[in-house]
């Protein structure tokens, strides 16, 4: 018989923490207002890609817009965070304002926001009838020269985040452990798109104040590498596009981040629920039928895709020659998972989402 502890403190903390949650929510659904205005984290974009065999399709990088529309009207939350992500989150918390403390003391530099007070910089913008508004980490200023910069401080962890924001090899040299290609972004390194666009508005609001530079600073909460990444704005063909360390990005335009908020704001004003951008739950019988049924979204062209990217994974993965699995077994262990899109697995509305009567139904 195995033994039980008189004394489960950590089975009564994951308890208390779990009540703590729902709590949480509820106070977060009710501070959650920002007015009118969008938040910047909530920036996501519509891109053209193609897949590594080839197959073209749109894809929605960052954001949700159907969970943004949740969190704007205040929808009380589903899915409360789990202890393991309060720890993640916390760790996370106290890790970023360690690298922060840490720049306030960095020869050459000086921290201008948060000033002395704490006082922190508002971000409050305009755009084509839009209005986004939050408050950025750091402004920063190499005396010298006197060059004012942003940061974005954030944390990660694991190998294939490492592979993604530090390159494969470096993920590799770290993890000892060998990260399957189809997890790695073709372009790694590169920051989180989500990060990516956040700053893109802050330069755009920041530009006529001679602030030109943003830097996003990932520190490993595990072992991994840390990395960081300088973003600016350039003018191609007419559009504000990307620049990451030299190199111009033209599928990350502004126009393309106020296009979404335009979406999410007709929907917002119409009371409509936006389509899916993920997908929560893929439908296990589309491995074998081909098939998806109404419930995992077959009237929703991006479920469509998703569903279409996740039989190729899986296909490859079938043959590449490093692989002990066949087929057969690759499908039967994916539909017995009962996979989803990663950002619905952190997403606190999943429940109410996957039970949405619709794609579309009003709130
Ligand atoms: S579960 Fe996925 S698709 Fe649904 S709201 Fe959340 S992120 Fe969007």
């Not at 501070?31 to 920036?43: I, L």
């Amino acid at each position: 018989m195995s033994y039980k502890s008189p004394f489960p403190l950590l089975d009564a903390t994951y308890e208390t923490l779990q009540k703590a949650a729902v709590e949480d929510s509820k106070l977060r659904v009710a501070h959650s207002e920002n007015g009118d205005a969008f938040w910047p984290s909530a920036a996501s974009i519509v891109c053209n890609v193609s897949s590594k065999t080839g197959y073209v399709y749109e894809k929605v990088e960052g954001t949700c817009l159907r969970q943004a529309a949740y969190k704007m009207l205040r929808v009380p939350e589903t899915d409360a965070t789990s202890p393991t992500s309060m720890r993640i989150m916390a760790i996370g918390t106290v890790a970023e304002d360690i690298y922060k403390e840490w720049f306030h003391g960095v020869d050459g530099y000086r921290v201008v926001f948060p000033d002395i007070r704490g006082k922190k910089i508002r971000f409050n913008s305009v755009f084509n009838d839009i209005r986004v508004r939050g408050e950025v980490d750091l402004i920063m200023e190499h005396i010298e020269t006197g060059t004012r910069f942003g940061v974005e401080m954030k944390t990660y962890e694991g190998s294939i985040a490492a592979a993604n924001l530090c390159g494969p090899d470096a993920a590799k040299e770290v993890h000892k452990a060998w990260i399957p290609p189809d997890y790695i972004d073709d372009r790694a390194p590169f920051p989180k798109i989500q990060n990516l666009l956040q700053t893109m508005l802050y330069l755009q609001e920041f530009w006529k104040d001679g602030i030109h530079l943003w830097k996003i600073v990932y520190a490993a909460r595990d072992k991994g590498p840390d990395a960081t990444f300088d973003v600016t704005l350039a003018d191609i063909n007419g559009e504000k596009v990307a620049v990451v360390d030299g190199k111009a990005y033209p599928e990350f335009t502004l126009s393309g981040i106020y296009a979404r908020y335009s979406e999410l704001k007709k929907h917002l004003d119409s009371k409509t629920l936006p389509p899916r951008d993920y997908v929560p739950e893929y439908d296990p019988d589309f491995l074998l039928t081909g098939r998806i049924s109404i419930t995992h979204g077959s009237s929703n062209p991006r479920s469509v895709v998703a569903h279409e990217l996740w039989k190729e994974k899986l296909d490859a993965r079938a043959g590449n020659p490093r692989g002990k699995k066949t087929r057969e077994e690759i499908y039967k262990t994916a539909m017995s998972e009962f996979k989803a899109d990663w950002q619905c697995n952190y997403c606190s509305f999943r429940d109410r989402c996957v039970n949405e009567t619709s794609d579309h139904s009003l709130f």
